[in-house]
């Protein structure tokens, strides 16, 4: 997962974060979840929407140990472009989500916000890509990625 290893924050404040290790962010107990570029996302034990908060890596955090367990499951959402028919036209996103429903709305997220080749309802229509909704552009694969063996 070389895309969610906050290799950054670790190199830049000399601090041991990635994703999975137990934190105590300004007095709470939580677990690194997300790179931020320079902050990290951490979900605090006591949210019961298990939502993932910006933290500096300095400000009042304490680093522990790698959690046993993560709040959230690892989805890889198999997403399909403007041919989904075509299956060279498809694009793995990797997304920690908590259900399928929120893993297929995170993967729509990071494409828009990304710019992913995939699920753009931006492009022009034309006789060839005729003008589609976003909702239309639908997810065809999702599965929690634990369940592989790579």
Same mark, same amino acid.
């Given at each position: 997962?070389? %895309?969610? %290893?906050?290799? #950054?924050?670790?190199?830049?404040?000399?601090?041991?974060?990635? =994703?999975?290790?137990? $934190? @105590? *962010? %300004?007095g709470e107990p939580g677990v690194i979840m997300a790179d931020r570029g320079h902050y990290i996302g951490v979900i605090l034990d006591s949210d019961p929407k298990k939502r993932i908060r910006n933290y500096h890596p300095t400000w009042e955090m304490q680093y522990g140990e790698m959690a046993e367990k993560l709040p959230l /499951?690892? #989805?890889? $959402?198999?997403v399909a472009g403007w041919g989904w028919w075509d @299956?060279? %036209?498809?694009? =793995?996103?990797d997304v920690f989500a908590s259900t399928p429903a929120q893993a297929k709305y /995170?993967?729509?997220?990071?494409?828009?916000?990304?710019?992913?080749?995939?699920?753009? *309802? &931006?492009? &022009?229509?034309?006789?060839?890509?005729? *003008?589609?909704?976003?909702?239309?552009?639908a997810v065809t694969f999702l599965v929690p990625a634990d369940q592989f063996n790579y």
């Amino acid at each position: 997962m070389t %895309n969610f %290893n906050c290799a #950054y924050v670790r190199d830049h404040y000399g601090v041991p974060a990635e =994703i999975g290790r137990r $934190v @105590i *962010a %300004n007095g709470e107990p939580g677990v690194i979840m997300a790179d931020r570029g320079h902050y990290i996302g951490v979900i605090l034990d006591s949210d019961p929407k298990k939502r993932i908060r910006n933290y500096h890596p300095t400000w009042e955090m304490q680093y522990g140990e790698m959690a046993e367990k993560l709040p959230l /499951k690892r #989805y890889q $959402v198999l997403v399909a472009g403007w041919g989904w028919w075509d @299956i060279t %036209n498809r694009t =793995i996103v990797d997304v920690f989500a908590s259900t399928p429903a929120q893993a297929k709305y /995170k993967a729509y997220e990071r494409c828009e916000y990304h710019d992913i080749e995939c699920m753009s *309802a &931006s492009r &022009s229509a034309g006789p060839d890509h005729p *003008a589609l909704p976003a909702s239309a552009l639908a997810v065809t694969f999702l599965v929690p990625a634990d369940q592989f063996n790579y």
